[in-house]
C-alpha cells in the first residue's frame, strides 16, 4: 500500500508539524510514504532526512498552473493507493485521478467547497466528525476519527533553564504557539502579574510579536517573559519548563495539550474546541474559561504552589495519553482506515 500525503501549509505552524510527525512515523513504521508538498526550510529537511521520498511545488494561488499538472504527473507516475491531503489548499490543487482514493485530513472546520473531488473525510477531533455529518451533511460512513499522537521525538540535545536567562529556582511556565490573537498569548501575558515570581518562555514566531512584546513591558512583565523565536527542539523545551500553558482562544485540536501530557509536564489550558473535548477539570489538567485572566492567573498560582496537585496532573495525564495519543494506537487506527476504504 503506498500513501501519497499532499500539503501547501505556511511557514510554520501545528497542521505542518503533525504532517511531518506522522509521514515520518509512518516511514519508520515500514509504511510506503511519500510527500508533497511546498518548498520550506524546515519541513523539508526534517522530512529528507528521515528518509520520506519528497516533491515540492509551488501550491500557490489563482495563477499557480504547476501544482495540478504536477500532482497529476507524479500520481500517474507513483500509483499509490491513497492520496491524502492537508488543509484546503492541497485538497483543491491535488487532482482526482482514477485507481487511488482521495481522502482528506481535517484540523479544523474548513470550508468543504475545496474539497469537492474528496472521499472521505478524517477529523481530528470527534466534534470535527459530528460537524462534518450534523453540520455539512457528510456521511458519517465517509467520515474517520483519528487523534494526532503526541509522543515526542528523543532529546537530541538538552537545553537547561539558564540557556534562557532562567533561574533553576524560578518556576518556568512555557507557551508554544504561533504569535497570533487566537492563541491567548495576551491573556497568557495579563495573567503572568498576577502570578509572583513565575517566568513564561513563549515558543514561535508570528504576526503579534512586536505586539506581544510591547504588551509584556506595557504590564510590567517583560523581565519574566522569554521569547525564545520559532524553536523545532519541542521534546528539550517540554523537558526543561515545570508546566505547560496552552491559553488559546481557538483550537480546533492543539496537540500541544497532549504533548504536555506526554512530555509528563503539568498542564494549564483554555476550555477551546479541542482541549476542553479530552481534558477533564481537576484530573489531568486546569481548565479555564477562555479570555478569563483571573481563573487562568488562579490555575496557574495553583499549580505552583501545589506539587501534590503538579504530582496528580502528571499522572493522570499521562495516562490518558498512553490511552489516546501514542504512536503505535494512531498508525494501527491509520492503516485500519487506509485498508477499509481500499476497493
Known sequence: ??????????????????????LIAQHRAGMDV???????????????????????????GMFDFKTTRGLKKLIQNEKPDIVQCWMSRAAKLTPKVDGCVKIARLGGYYNLKYYKTVEHFIGNTPDICRWLSEEQNVDKSYTHHIN??????PVETHVSKADFDTD????????????????????????????????????????????????????????RVRWLGWRTDRSALFDACDC???PSRFEPFGGTFAQAWAAKKPLVTTASQGPSQYVTHGEDALLSPINDVDALANHMNMVVNDKHLQ?????NGYKAF????????VLEN??????????
Open 1 to 22: 500500500m503506498k500513501i501519497l500525503h499532499t500539503m501547501a501549509g505556511g511557514k510554520a505552524g501545528g497542521a505542518e508539524m503533525a504532517y511531518v510527525d506522522l
Open 34 to 60: 511519500m510527500a508533497a508538498c511546498r518548498p520550506n526550510d524546515q519541513r523539508v529537511p526534517l522530512l529528507r532526512n528521515a528518509g520520506v521520498k519528497t516533491v515540492e511545488f509551488p501550491f500557490g
Open 148 to 153: 494526532n499522537f503526541a509522543e515526542l521525538e
Open 168 to 223: 533553576e529556582s524560578e518556576y518556568t511556565f512555557l507557551s508554544m504557539a504561533r504569535l497570533h490573537h487566537v492563541k491567548g498569548l495576551d491573556t497568557a501575558l495579563e495573567a503572568l502579574v498576577k502570578v509572583e515570581g513565575a517566568v513564561l518562555w513563549i515558543a514561535g514566531d508570528g504576526p503579534d510579536a512586536e505586539k506581544l512584546k510591547q504588551m509584556a513591558k506595557d504590564l510590567g512583565v517583560d523581565d
Open 244 to 246: 505547560v500553558l496552552f
Open 311 to 315: 504530582r496528580q496532573l502528571v499522572r
Open 322 to 329: 498512553q490511552d489516546q495519543f501514542t504512536i503505535k494506537i
Open 334 to 343: 491509520y492503516k485500519n482506515l487506509y485498508s477499509s476504504i481500499l476497493p
